[in-house]
């Protein structure tokens, strides 16, 4: 599998075009790569899919070279707005906020974690091993602003995301730091003058149609608690899924999202420092490069 390992020639090219020219605050500003990174927006959630089926089959490899069955499937791409992703209408629609108890039902297990549920000891140690590595053998990574993310340095999990990235760190970096970025910009969006507009807006559209709400939290928990006091029940639920659509329909109509974005763009350039943009844009070089490897991978 390490033969699916390719030189990432493109890397420096991808770097030099993951930072833009300067803005007024004297940091430049981050091109779409970057800020899709860090916001899980646009080309991102393609990208990921593709590294995610490419990390499935060289996983399958792995497992297989070792003895074991490791059950892929294919998960086709959902291809949707960034909106339709955040607002989720459809969804809304029959679970509301999801609620009501049994709205979500039970998570739905992974064919891998039932094909290891189906093995007896202690084949299924061994299997969980060969997967995921030892126990005592998992390594961390460092977040900006503290705490670390621990994650798997040993097993197949471990050797395709080697294969994928050049080396794991730079995986668990890549998987890790840009979220953590992008958690400091979602902290200080409520106080951008963008942001605060749009809900503003929300407010108005809100209480116009007979749900006078300030924050855009405060539905979901106005009904958590009307569940907490009342109990489940089918009037209830209903209640639940009418305002949850309301809900998406006025934050559309005020723009919640995509003024948030424009908001978080802003504070990327101005709250991120010269060195966290420069960590950033070699993370973002790395993630592309990740994203052609698994291009190339077969059946990837």
Same mark, same amino acid.
């Given at each position: 599998?390490?033969?699916?390992?390719?030189?990432?020639?493109? *890397?420096?090219?991808?770097?030099?075009?993951?930072?833009?020219?300067?803005?007024?605050?004297?940091?430049?500003?981050?091109?779409?790569? *970057?800020?899709? #990174?860090?916001?899980?927006?646009?080309?991102?959630?393609?990208?990921?899919?593709?590294?995610?089926?490419?990390?499935?089959?060289?996983?399958?490899?792995?497992?297989?070279?070792?003895?074991?069955?490791?059950?892929?499937?294919?998960?086709?791409?959902?291809?949707?707005?960034?909106?339709?992703?955040?607002?989720?209408?459809?969804?809304?629609?029959?679970? +509301?906020?999801?609620?009501?108890?049994?709205?979500?039902?039970?998570?739905?297990?992974?064919?891998?974690?039932?094909?290891?549920?189906?093995?007896?000891?202690?084949?299924?140690?061994?299997?969980?091993?060969?997967?995921?590595?030892?126990?005592?053998?998992?390594?961390?990574?460092?977040?900006?602003?503290? +705490?670390? =993310?621990?994650?798997?340095?040993?097993?197949?999990?471990?050797?395709?995301?080697?294969?994928?990235?050049?080396? #794991?760190?730079? !995986?668990?970096?890549?998987?890790?730091?840009?979220?953590?970025?992008?958690?400091?910009? *979602?902290?200080?969006?409520?106080?951008?003058?963008?942001?605060?507009?749009?809900?503003?807006? !929300?407010?108005?559209?809100?209480?116009?149609?007979?749900?006078?709400?300030?924050?855009?939290?405060?539905?979901?928990?106005?009904?958590?608690r009307r569940y907490a006091a009342e109990g489940p029940g089918e009037a209830l639920r209903q209640q639940e899924i009418t305002l949850?659509?309301?809900?998406?329909?006025?934050?559309?109509?005020?723009?919640?999202?995509?003024?948030?974005?424009? =908001?978080?763009?802003?504070?990327?350039?101005?709250?991120?420092?010269?060195?966290?943009?420069?960590?950033?844009?070699?993370?973002?070089?790395? !993630?592309?490069?990740?994203?052609?490897?698994?291009?190339?991978?077969? +059946?990837g």
């Amino acid at each position: 599998m390490r033969g699916f390992l390719l030189a990432a020639t493109a *890397a420096g090219a991808v770097l030099a075009v993951v930072l833009m020219a300067g803005r007024p605050s004297g940091r430049p500003a981050l091109a779409d790569p *970057a800020f899709e #990174l860090i916001t899980r927006t646009g080309a991102y959630h393609r990208q990921q899919h593709i590294l995610s089926t490419a990390e499935e089959r060289l996983v399958a490899a792995c497992m297989s070279a070792r003895g074991h069955h490791y059950p892929v499937a294919d998960q086709p791409f959902t291809d949707r707005t960034d909106e339709e992703r955040t607002l989720g209408t459809e969804r809304r629609r029959d679970q +509301g906020y999801g609620l009501s108890p049994g709205a979500l039902g039970p998570a739905p297990r992974s064919a891998v974690d039932q094909h290891a549920d189906s093995l007896p000891e202690p084949t299924r140690t061994a299997y969980t091993t060969a997967l995921l590595g030892p126990d005592d053998q998992r390594r961390a990574v460092r977040l900006p602003g503290g +705490g670390q =993310a621990d994650f798997a340095s040993q097993g197949c999990v471990a050797e395709a995301r080697r294969n994928l990235f050049g080396d #794991l760190m730079t !995986w668990a970096r890549v998987a890790h730091v840009p979220e953590a970025y992008g958690n400091r910009l *979602a902290r200080e969006l409520p106080r951008h003058p963008f942001f605060r507009a749009a809900v503003e807006q !929300w407010r108005t559209c809100m209480a116009g149609r007979g749900h006078p709400f300030n924050g855009l939290d405060e539905p979901r928990e106005h009904l958590a608690r009307r569940y907490a006091a009342e109990g489940p029940g089918e009037a209830l639920r209903q209640q639940e899924i009418t305002l949850a659509l309301t809900d998406a329909d006025c934050a559309h109509a005020a723009g919640v999202h995509q003024r948030g974005l424009a =908001a978080q763009r802003e504070l990327a350039a101005t709250s991120l420092s010269t060195e966290d943009q420069r960590t950033l844009g070699e993370l973002t070089a790395a !993630w592309l490069a990740a994203v052609d490897r698994a291009r190339r991978v077969p +059946g990837g």
